[in-house]
Every structure is written in structure tokens, then in C-alpha cells.
């Protein structure tokens, strides 16, 4: 190729990624009427998302047992601009549910002490682009090739990441105004990542005629962590004030596998002529690490006539680049003679971090009468991905590093022992400046490899919100034992 420097192409394909839907704090929000107010109920609500959001207003729930389902239908879809050069994008659009929350409250036989629980699904990102390039471009010098050359480049890149939290959450009501609480998060990572790219070059010649490269990177792993969040909550006349701590994760335990092949024919890695060569490797059965930082939450939320009105703060610490699985040194290439300076434990690493965000959301809610409330609120989503992650030469699966903000509206409608919430709810986000790898640019026949470009991406989500809250009569705190069902 024209310019070629050696091992050129061969660093660039194991560097080059692109970064997805998994750099954020705030894109889920879990129950139905915490939803529809973007989160913005710190002060406290009158049920069992306040394990995940305060547990200090635990000890303020009437109710001995409350069970909460609420999905949000979404169409979502992600797209990034020129991935491979001028000649295509990444598109990814997904139709599906996502459950938000499930739960309870355990009856304790005191009207002080509260304990609850709840399965909460805060990630469930999946995507899936494909682009691709085909024409007649001058790539080669006319000395070896003249005229123009048939070329064809793909890529690919497919992330399936989700976490699961089991929450176990625990409620004093110390007097009328105070409560205190603390939950307990067990959560559960997994990720599935796999990236292709190839390019194929026919020179106008008969010897050596084909020119082609074939990247093949994988990543598969799960992992299990522990946090705490403390809270409290203040609670007088028209006001109720709410403040939330929670601890940096703690690693349990988790195992993944990590994968790189490349295939390189009649490239000039070395001198001008043209070899063939293979680097490959796979490690599997790796403990894994991941991280999730301090946080720090504060809210309020006003009753003034029929309206309501919340806000809500989070800011969370930043996280240092730490390794997420720890791949031993190895040989990589094949013959050894072309790079034996490249081994395997670099490639196959795969790193994350984060850095410091803070969010915040406001809601509000009108009572239209006893049986009916319209709702809406908005939040910001800031992304916490680290530019820093882009330097590396290993896997690389964030995909994600826009900020998003998020709308929400609908209406719950209030019966004696449940309530239906319905919604719609909309997040856009977009950077101008995403930093895309593994571009193909005519242009600059050097771009062909993999070269780094500054492009757009952007992201939208349409979701519609359907919940359904009841509440056990039978187990109130306040009927005798032998109350009718």
C-alpha cells in the first residue's frame, strides 16, 4: 500500500474499536411513578423502589407487601457515522421490552422495621452494526498495480452487555420525621463482544494478485460484585429530604475468555515484499474484576395543592483504568519471525475506568383527582467512558460515549389497593466528536488499515412505559391478624 509503514496495519487492526451503550448511570429508571418522575424521588415513595433509589424511606411504607412489575416497550436505535471512512455507517435499531423492577416487601411484624426485596435490571444494552465498502480506488502504486483498485472492507461489531441487581434492603422509622436504611446490592454483569474487520485488495497483476487482511476479536465474560447504599430520609409537613450513600463496589468473583485472530496475505509488513502471516490467540477461564464507584445522592420533593414536585442529584467518584481480566504473556505471531516482539497478554487485555459524572432530575405530578395523576420529568445521563481506554491496544467493548437526556410523561390511574401507570418515555444523545478506528477513506489509501477518524454518532430511544403496582391488603401493618382477605 502506499506508505505503508511496517507493522502498520497489523497494530492498528488490534487497536481499532469502536465505543457503545454502556457508559451510564442513570438510562434505566426502575417502578412505574418513580419512572414517569425521571427518578426524582428521593424524599421517598409510597412503595418498594425505594431500595434502589433510598432505602432510608423503607421505614415510611404502609404497606407490608407490595409487588411491582413494570416494562418499557422501547424502539431504540444507534447510529455512527462513517465507520468506515465516507463509504458507510453503523446502524443499530432494537424492538423489545426491558423489564425495570420486580419486588416485595417481607412482613417483620413491627410497624418500624421494614425489609424488602427487588430484582432490578439497570443494563441491558444490545448492539449491532455492520458496514461495509465496495468500489474501484488507486490504493497501490501504478509501479506494482496500475490503474485502480477493486477493493472491499468490512466491519462488524455486535455488544450484548447486561447487569441483573438482586437487592435486599432493610427500613427504621426512628420517629415521625426520620427514617434510616440500607440495602444491600448483589449484581451480576455479563458481556459478549465480538468485532470483525476485513479489507480485500485485487492488484492489476497476475502474481500476488489478492491483498487481504481478516481481524477477528472476541471477549465473553460474567461478573458478580457487592455494594451498599445507606440512606436517610427527613420527613415534616409539606417537605421530604433525602440523602443516599453508597459504598464502591466489592468483587465477588466471575471468569471470562478473550480472543484475538488476524490473518494478514501478501501485505508489506517488513520490506517490500509481500508475506503472509498469522497472529492468534485465546485465554480462557480468567478471573474477572469489574468496578462500580462512590456515589453520593441528595433530593427533595415539595407537596404544594395538588402538585408535587421533586429533584434529585447523584454525582458519582471516577474510577482509575484497572484490568477487567489479567491475560498471561504469550506468543502471538506466526512465524514468530515477522514481530517477536508482540505478545499476547497485550492484546487480549481488556481494561475499563470511569470518570467522575454528575446528574440530575426534575419531576412533577399533578392529581387530577383521587384516581388519577399526570406525571412527566426530564434527567440528564451524563456519560462516565474515559478517553484514556482509547490509548490501549486491547479489547475495547464500550461502545457508548455520549451524553444522553432523558423525557418522560404519562398518567397513573389510583384505585383502593393498586395503581396502572402508563408512559411514554424519550432519550436522545449525540457526540460530534466520537472517535471512530478502522476507517476506510479512498482519499488517504493509509486509512485502508484502520486509522482513526473523529465522526458523529448519535442515540435515541422511544419507550413506552406500562406498569402495575398492588398492594396486599391482607398483610397491612394495621389489620389484626385474622382481617379478611
Not at 84 to 109: C, H, W, Y
Not at 134 to 149: A, K, R, T
Not at 391 to 397: H, L, N, T, V
Amino acid at each position: 500500500m502506499k506508505g505503508l509503514h511496517p507493522y502498520f496495519l497489523l497494530l492498528i487492526l488490534f487497536a481499532s474499536s469502536i465505543h457503545a451503550q454502556d457508559s451510564h448511570y442513570w438510562t434505566q429508571q426502575f417502578g412505574t411513578r418513580s419512572a414517569l418522575l425521571g427518578g426524582a424521588v428521593l424524599g421517598g415513595a409510597e412503595d418498594n423502589t425505594m431500595i434502589y433509589y433510598n432505602p432510608g424511606a423503607l421505614g415510611f411504607l404502609d404497606e407490608s407487601s407490595i409487588s411491582i412489575n413494570a416494562n418499557a416497550y422501547r424502539i431504540e436505535s444507534i447510529r455512527v457515522e462513517n465507520a468506515l471512512g465516507n463509504e458507510a455507517d453503523f446502524q443499530s435499531s432494537k424492538l423489545g421490552s426491558v423489564p425495570l423492577l420486580a419486588g416485595g416487601m417481607i412482613r417483620t411484624g413491627s410497624e418500624k422495621w421494614k425489609v424488602g426485596y427487588a430484582f432490578i435490571s439497570p443494563v441491558d444494552f444490545n448492539f449491532k452494526g455492520i458496514a461495509r465498502a465496495e468500489g474501484n480506488y488507486d490504493l497501490v502504486d501504478d509501479s506494482e498495480s496500475p490503474g485502480l483498485e477493486e477493493t472491499v472492507a468490512e466491519a462488524a461489531v455486535t455488544n450484548k452487555t447486561s447487569e441483573l441487581i438482586v437487592a435486599i434492603g432493610l427500613g427504621h422509622q426512628i420517629n415521625e420525621n426520620w427514617s434510616v436504611g440500607v440495602s444491600n446490592l448483589f449484581t451480576v454483569r455479563s458481556l459478549t463482544y465480538q468485532k470483525s474487520f476485513s479489507t480485500y485488495v485485487f492488484l492489476n497483476q497476475d502474481e500476488n494478485s489478492l491483498v487481504g487482511t481478516n481481524f477477528l476479536q472476541n471477549a465473553d465474560y460474567y461478573n458478580v460484585r457487592y455494594a451498599a447504599k445507606f440512606g436517610v430520609v427527613f420527613q415534616k409537613d409539606d417537605w421530604d429530604v433525602g440523602l443516599t450513600l453508597t459504598t464502591p463496589s466489592i468483587n465477588l468473583f466471575g471468569q471470562g475468555t478473550v480472543a484475538s485472530n488476524i490473518a494478514v496475505r501478501n501485505l508489506k509488513l517488513i520490506d517490500e515484499n509481500r508475506i503472509s502471516g498469522v497472529a492468534t490467540a485465546r485465554q480462557a477461564e480468567l478471573k474477572t474484576k469489574y468496578k462500580s464507584p462512590f456515589s453520593v445522592a441528595l433530593g427533595t420533593n415539595y407537596t404544594f395543592g395538588r402538585s408535587h414536585l421533586g429533584v434529585a442529584a447523584q454525582y458519582y467518584a471516577g474510577i482509575d483504568i484497572y484490568d477487567v481480566m489479567e491475560p498471561a504473556p504469550g506468543s502471538f505471531v506466526r512465524p514468530i519471525d515477522l514481530a517477536p516482539q508482540l505478545q499476547s497478554d497485550e492484546f487480549l487485555s481488556l481494561q475499563s475506568a470511569a470518570e467522575s459524572v454528575f446528574n440530575i432530575a426534575i419531576g412533577y405530578e399533578y392529581e387530577v383527582s383521587e384516581s388519577l395523576s399526570i406525571l412527566g420529568g426530564v434527567r440528564s445521563d451524563m456519560s462516565y467512558f474515559n478517553q484514556d481506554l482509547n490509548e490501549f491496544a486491547g479489547i475495547k467493548p464500550t461502545i457508548s460515549n455520549w451524553d444522553i437526556y432523558h423525557f418522560s410523561g404519562g398518567v397513573t390511574l389510583n384505585r383502593k389497593n393498586s395503581s396502572l401507570s402508563l408512559g411514554l418515555l424519550l432519550s436522545a444523545g449525540s457526540n460530534d466528536s466520537y472517535e471512530q478506528s478502522g476507517s476506510f477513506d479512498p482519499e488517504n489509501p493509509d486509512l485502508v488499515a484502520g486509522a482513526t477518524t473523529i465522526t458523529k454518532a448519535s442515540y435515541s430511544n422511544f419507550r413506552l412505559l406500562l406498569g402495575y403496582t398492588f398492594y396486599f391488603k391482607k398483610f397491612s401493618l394495621n389489620d389484626s391478624p385474622g382481617a379478611d382477605d
